[in-house]
């Protein structure tokens, strides 16, 4: 079984500034790691994925995310925000193992709310 | 672009009601799935649905059940609401192609029970 922690509830940043979400995970196996984002009254879109390779992820609307595999972290980072980046962000991971037929069965963490400030 | 449709955005019940929630998707998916959102815990699995007619249990089934009789819909049921299943519902789909298929998910269904 996989949890995930974010360890940040709320993220308050300022347009322009940057913006890191934590997250930390936990898991015997091997993991496939994601990124979510839901914007306000709409359902989950993906944002990025690590499945293998390069432990730097990049996705879309300028987001990417760092796979350590020793501190078991995929943090979300972005350089720059925008006000259309107020959202809340879900960490989520699973098992390379439980991939596949029997459903790719996602574990979240908790989400993080970004409200970006003028 | 896959479109994941849930019949009601919001919906209102009486403790004790038989609810259903429907959800559709359109591009020939095999795997859908029932998840429940709450403020600070995130998207918690009810079921899932790997094909027509098969269910599995996801972290949370308790109070709940659901129903694939056709591949393109998938029905949660709460056989008797509570105020505790006062909750966001999210349904997702995913294909089972390759390596990896990502998650669409629906807009959600918000049930309060009264």
């Known amino acids: 079984a996989q949890s995930v922690t974010q360890l940040d509830s709320q993220v308050p940043v300022f347009e322009e500034a940057p913006v890191e979400l934590r997250c930390n995970y936990s898991?015997?196996?091997?993991?496939?790691l994601f990124w979510y984002v839901q914007y306000p009254n709409q359902g989950l879109q993906l944002l990025l994925k690590?499945?293998?390779?390069?432990?730097l992820v990049k996705g879309i609307n300028g987001f990417e995310a760092e796979f350590n595999k020793s501190q078991t972290s995929f943090h979300l980072r972005k350089p720059s925000v925008h006000i259309s980046d107020t959202a809340e962000y879900f960490c989520?991971?699973?098992?390379?193992?439980?991939?596949?037929?029997?459903?790719?069965?996602?574990?979240f963490g908790g989400g993080t709310r970004v409200l970006v400030k003028p | 672009d896959v479109k994941v449709t849930q019949s009601s955005r919001y919906l209102v019940k009486r403790t004790g009601e038989k609810v259903f929630l429907e959800c559709v998707q359109d591009?020939?998916?095999?795997?859908m799935f029932w998840y429940r959102q709450d403020p600070g815990l995130g998207l918690r699995l009810i079921y899932f649905?790997?094909?027509?007619?098969?269910?599995e249990k996801g972290d949370i089934p308790e109070g709940y059940s659901v129903s694939r009789e056709k591949k393109e819909r998938f029905s949660l049921i709460l056989e008797s609401a509570s105020t505790n299943q006062t909750s966001m519902y999210l349904c997702?789909?995913?294909?089972?192609?390759?390596?990896?298929?990502?998650?669409?998910f629906g807009n959600g269904t918000r049930l309060t029970v009264t």
């Open positions: 690590y499945l293998s390779g390069s432990t």
């Open positions: 989520a991971v699973t098992g390379t193992s439980s991939w596949g037929a029997a459903g790719n069965k996602l574990t």
């Open positions: 997702a789909s995913s294909a089972i192609r390759g390596l990896y298929s990502p998650l669409h």
């Open positions: 649905s790997y094909d027509v007619k098969m269910k």
């Open positions: 898991s015997s196996v091997s993991v496939y």
């Open positions: 591009m020939d998916h095999e795997n």
